[in-house]
């Protein structure tokens, strides 16, 4: 093993173009990873790579596309749900992602109630309250839980990431890729917290299972096994 935790595969060391026709060297995508890792604002990246924003954007998002494959699963339990003890978990899953991906893409619902003009989270015309396949298993508790991951992930792609809309993507499909996404991320942080000045902080260059480190390496091989990104 490599004595530096931040030392990339050698496919890596190539300033060849990431995939054809691309103008994206191999040798910034280890940067580029690993602020995606550290949760770091696509304009702090781009201006840390020399990269443009938009061109970084580009590769958060194609990066966040990998995560749905199941080398991370260690990361996440979201294919693993109580929902799958029905007959027609299935179903039933893609009408949760389809019901709640409506609700997160609802920005005027989210600042009716931020403001203040709704004292309840959940709004009367919620999308899973409507749903006749979700109203048999879906309890207050598991409401709850939905509406504040979808809170987390609103803070953490406008706030941390600088993102916000994404056009032409599907809102059932941008949601689940948006879930998948900040759920591992911020297990990995969890696994790799460190105590620096009496300050709590994920350290990137602690070692172990599920750390950030390892994910930030799982994705560097996933990418160098498919050969571009």
């Known amino acids: 093993m490599d004595d530096n935790p931040l030392a990339p595969p050698a496919f890596f060391h190539s300033a ?10 191999r040798n910034k995508v ?7 890792c550290q949760s770091v604002s696509v304009p702090h990246v781009a201006k840390r790579t020399g990269l443009s924003v938009k061109t970084v954007r580009e590769l958060y998002k194609a990066i966040r596309a990998l995560l749905l494959e ?4 260690k990361w996440h339990a979201l294919d693993r749900l109580p929902i799958y003890e029905f007959t027609n978990g299935k179903r039933i ?6 019901a709640f991906g409506e609700c997160y893409s609802d920005d005027e619902c989210f600042r009716n109630y931020r403001y203040g003009k709704r004292s309840s989270r959940q709004c009367r015309n919620c999308p899973a309250q409507q749903s006749d396949l979700l109203q048999a298993i879906l ?3 598991i409401v709850d839980m939905m ?6 992930i609103r803070a953490y792609y406008q706030v941390l990431l600088g993102l916000s809309r994404e056009k032409g993507q599907d809102q059932t499909e941008l949601f689940r890729q948006r879930a998948y996404h900040v759920e591992i ?12 000045n009496g300050v709590v902080q994920p350290d990137m260059l602690a070692r172990g299972p599920m750390t950030l480190n390892e994910l930030w390496l799982t994705i560097l091989h996933h990418i160098e096994e498919r050969g571009k990104l």
């Open 16 to 25: 060849e173009p990431i995939r054809p026709r691309s103008k994206v060297p």
């Open 30 to 36: 280890p940067g580029v990873c690993l602020g995606f």
């Open 70 to 73: 199941p080398r991370y699963r």
């Open 93 to 98: 899953e893609k009408e949760i992602w389809r």
């Open 139 to 141: 309890t207050p508790e």
């Open 147 to 152: 509406l504040q991951r979808i809170d987390t």
């Open 185 to 196: 991320i911020l297990t990995a942080q969890k696994a790799s917290m460190r105590i620096d």
